[in-house]
């Protein structure tokens, strides 16, 4: 899979918490460092995600906010 994103962090799955619509994925990426995942479920579905999977967090954004 090509992708344009240069972002990209692999981790597990440590949760997966479905919605009515929307699912959150929280990935572990390095030893208790979480990034969290809102997508629907059907992506979810679509993608056989479960708890345990190797995956890859893709950040594409134009963007980053910090506040303190």
Excluded: C, F, Y
């Excluded at 981790?11 to 990426?29: D, F, L, M, N």
Aim: hydrophobic residues 45%; proline residues 3%.
């Amino acid at each position: 899979m090509k992708l344009s994103a240069r972002n990209i962090i692999p981790g597990k799955i440590v949760s997966i918490t479905k919605g009515a619509t929307t699912s959150h994925i929280k990935i572990e990426i390095a030893p208790g460092q979480m990034v969290t995942s809102s997508i629907t479920n059907e992506s979810v579905e679509d993608l056989a995600l479960a708890i345990g999977d190797e995956v890859s967090a893709i950040i594409k954004s134009s963007d980053v906010i910090i506040g303190k």
